[in-house]
C-alpha cells in the first residue's frame, strides 16, 4: 500500500495517518497539490500507482516524466490484460501518452505479464464438468432403484421436479447476484456476505463450509459402500477379494480421501484435469445405461443383497428378484409409493426422509461457483455453466426414473441399490461410473471447502484466530485450508452411514440456498440503482418462493436438525457481530433501511401532527465537542425517543478550499457520537459567519416531518473550559474497540478536534451574534434552551450514588415577577422537559422533580397560597406530572426590583430591562439556598428585545441569575407541548 500522504512511503495496510482503514478516499500529493480519488475497490491491483501517475500526467507533459515514472506508465500500458469485472479501471485510458518502445526493458516485461494468471478455468472445466459429477456421483448409480422402490414413479418424479424447483428459483437468484459485480474466491460464500454484511454472510458461509465438508464425507462412504458391495468377502457381487468391517471400510475411506487430497494440493489444474477424465467416463457409463436398458430385452433373475421374508413360507427367504425388461405392469407395479425399510440403516422410510436421501443429488449447484475464484469470467460462467449442468442431470434423472420403474420389480429396488451394475451389457462400466463419479463428487466438495475456508480466514470475520489458513503457494492455492478441511472430513468417516449424512448434508444446502434466495430478495426490494445484473431473468417472486420452499422442505425433512442448524445460525451472527469485524463490502441492511425509511417519511405529515404525540426534536449547536461531552449526553437524555442533532457551524468558504473540509470532520463526528453512545445524527456546515450558519441549521436539518423543533446552546460566557474528553473518558476502551481516528494531523485518539479555548483567546462568536440567533431561533418558531454549567455535572457519581438527587423546575418568569400568577407556554414546556428528563430510567432512580411556587407573604397557610397551591397541584395531575411542590416566599426578593415607568405586561415590553442587579444577585442566591441536592435546574428565558442595542444588557442578566448556580437550563418555549385528553 502506498501511503497517501504523498512521497511514495510505504506503509502497512490499514496504517496510513489520513485515511485509516476506512478505504474509502485516497489523497495524493502531487507538486504541492492535494488530489483526491474514490478508491473502487481496495483490492484492485496498482490503483494508487494508476491515480499518481495520472495525476503527474495532468499537470506536466509526459515527456517530461521522471524515468521511473515513465517505467510505472510503460508497465500500465503494456499491460495484456483486458479490463475484467474485477478492475474495470486499472487498464481504461483515454490516449496513450507514449510510446513502450521507449521504456528500457518493457519487451522482457510484457512477455512476463502474458504469462498465465491466477484464473485458468473456462465455464466448461470450472462450472459444467464439477456441477454435473456433483449432482450425478451416489444418486445416479447407487439410489436411483431405493427411490423409485420406496417413492414409487410418480412421487419419485414429483420430488425430483420438487427439488429442481427448489434449486431452480436459487439457481435464478445466483445467477442475478453473480452477473451484477465482480465475484472472486468463496462462491456462494462471497456473494452472501458482500449481499448481506459481514454477520448473516459469514455465518451462512460457515455452515455452507461444513455442508460441503458432510458432503464430501457422505460421498466418500457411498464410494466405500459401493467398493464392499461390489469386491467385499462377505456381499461382494464381482469378486470376494475385499475384507469388510468398520476399519477396514475407515481404511478404504481414507485412501480415497488421501487420493483427493494429493489432487487439490497440486491445485485447481490439476483439479480440473482430473474432473475432465472423470467427466467423460462417466458420461460413457451413463450411456452405457440407457443403452443395457435397450439390449437387456429378456427377462432375467438377480441376486437381493438383503433377502425378504416370503409370504408363502413364512421360515423361508426371497433372495431374488426379477428384472422384467421394459414390461407396463411392472410400471403399474412401480406406479404408487410403498415406504419399506432401508436395509443399510434398518429404518423405516418416508416421503421427508427418502427426499432428503434423494436431494443430495441436487446439491452440486454451488461446486462451480465455489471455484469462482479460479474462474476467467466468473460472472459469465457461473450462471451459464450452471444452467446447463442443471438442465443436463435433470433430463437424466426424469429417463432413468422411467427406465427403472418400466424393467424392474419393487423387491429388487428396494434389497438391491446396485441394480444398475446387474443389467448393464457390461457390469464394470457402471461400477466405474459410479466409483469416479464419487470420487470426483467428494473431491469437488472438498476443494470448494477449502477455497470458501479460505475466503472465511481472509476476511478476518472470526479475528486472528483463523490467520494461518490464508497460506497460500506461489499459484495462490489455499493448501493450509486443504489440509484443514481434509481432516475435518477425515473425522466425519467415522459414522461411516450414508443415510445417517445425507439429511444433515441436505439441510445445510438448503439452508445456504434460501440465503442466497434472500440475498437476491433483499437486493431487489432494495432498490438500489447499482443493482443491475446482466441476468434479467428473476424477480422478487422468485426469491421470495425460493426461500419460503427451502425453509418449508427444511422442516419436512428433518425439524429437529432444521432447528438446530437455524440456532447455530443464529448464535453464529451473535459471535460474528460481537467481533464487529471491520468492512467495506457494504451492507444490504443499510439499503433496506433507507428504502423503508424513506417510504415512512413521506408518511410522516406534519400537518397531522396533534400535541398528545409532541415529542422534542432537539438541534444541539457545539462548537468544540472537547467541552460539550455532557451536554451531547445531556440532550440525548432530553430527546424521549425524538430526533437528535449535532450541528456545528465552521467559519470559512468553500470558495478558498480546494474540497470540502466537512467531509472528513463528518466521519470524526460520528466516530465521536458512537463513542458516547448516544442515538444522534450530525449536521456540519461551512458558512462566512456562525449567525449565518446555525440559520441554515435552523432551516434544512432534518427531513420531512423529522426537523428539528428545538434549539439548545451552551451559554455565553468567559469561564474557561474543561477538556470533557478526560473527564469524561471518552476513549476508556481498549485501543483495540476504539473508534479510530486518523489524519495526517491528528496520530492520537481524540485528537482529531483543536484543543481548548483558553481565557484570553479570541471567541468565533461574538455576543450580539450569539443573541441574533436566540431571535433567529424563536422567528423560525423554534424552542430555546440554553444550558450552563454542564461541565460540573458528574454523571458517573450522580447515577452511582443512592443520595435523592433533584430536578428543580421555576415556573416564573423572574423578569416580570408580577406575571408570577400566570402560566405561560414556557411554563408548560419547562414543566415537560423536566418530566421527560424524569422519565429516563437512570434519571428516575436517582432524582426526584420539584416545582416551586413563588409567594409573597411569610404565612404559607393563607387562604391565596393555599388556593394557588390546590391549584397547581391540580394542574400537576391534570397532566400526570408525579412533582413535589415547594412554596417559597420571595417577597424581600421581589421589592429589590425597580419600577416598569407604565410599561405594558407583555412578553415584548421593556419592563424585563428595568430589573436591577441586587434583584437578580437576591433571585440567584434564593435559587442557590434551594439547591444544594439539586442535578438539574429548569429556569424561565425571556424572548431578546428587538432593540439589538440592549443584548449586552439581555445577556448580562441572565448571566447574573444563573451564576455559580448547578446545571442549569433556560428555557424558552413557543409550542403547545401538553394536553389533558385521552
Known sequence: KVCCTGGGATVPKGSCPRCGSCGLYRFLQVDGEENSFLLINERLPRMSTVFKLFSKIKHHDSGNLKASDRTEMADLETSPRPPNERTPLVNYRLSRSFSTSEVPGSAERERTLQEPGSRKLSTFLGVVVPCTLSMFSVILFLRMGFLIGQAGLLVGIAQF??????IGLTILSVCAISTNGAIEGGGAYFMISRTLGPEFGGSVGVLFYFANIFSSALYTLGLVEALLGNFGVEDGSLAHALPGGRWWSLLYGTLFLLFNLLVCLVGAQMFARTSLVIFCIVQVAIISVFISFGVESQPKNITLIHGIPDPLQPNQTINHSMYTAFNVETAKENLYPEFGSDYSTNTIMNFATVFAIMFNGCTGIMAGANMSGDLKNPSRSIPIGTICAVLATFVVYLLLCIFVAFTCERELLQNNYMVLQYINMWAPLPVIG???ATLS????????ASRILEALSRDKLFGGILRFLTITSRSGNPYVAVFFSWFLVQLLLLIQEVNALAPIVSLLFILCYCAVNIACLALEWASAPNFRPMFKYFTWHTCLLGAISCLVMMFLINAMY???AIACLAVLVLVIHYQSPDSSWGSITQALIFHQVRKYL????????HIKYWRPQMLLLVNNPRSCCQVISFTNDLKKGGLFVVGHVQVGSLCDEPYDPMQRQTTFWMNLVDNLKVKA?????????????????????GLGGMKPNTVMMGFYDNSAQEDTFVSMDVFKEPKEKRVQFADEEYGKMGEAFPPLRTVGDEKVLNLLEYVAIISDAIKLTKNVCLLRYFHTMDRAGLFSKKQT?????????MMKPEMASYFDVTCFFLLQLACILNMVPHWRKVTRMRVFLCVEGGDHNEPGTRRREAKLQELLTQLRIQADINIINWEHVICLRGHSEGALLTDEAPVAMTITEEYLRAMNELIKQQSQNTAVNFLYLTRPPVDTSRYPEYLSRYDLLTQDLPP???????????????
Open 968 to 982: 442549569t437550563v433556560l428555557v424558552h418555549g413557543l409550542s403547545a407541548v401538553t394536553s389533558t385528553d385521552l
Open 562 to 564: 432444521a432447528a438446530i
Open 441 to 448: 463428487a467428494a473431491l469437488s466438495c472438498l476443494i470448494g
Open 434 to 436: 459410479l466409483y469416479l
Open 805 to 813: 438527587k433533584y430536578i428543580d423546575v421555576w415556573p416564573v418568569n
Open 681 to 701: 445524527f450530525v449536521e456540519l456546515t461551512l458558512c462566512p459567519t456562525v449567525q449565518l450558519g446555525v440559520e441554515n441549521l435552523m432551516r434544512i436539518s
Open 602 to 609: 413521506l408518511l410522516l405529515d406534519i400537518r397531522k401532527d
Open 161 to 166: 421436479f420438487l427439488a429442481y424447483c427448489i
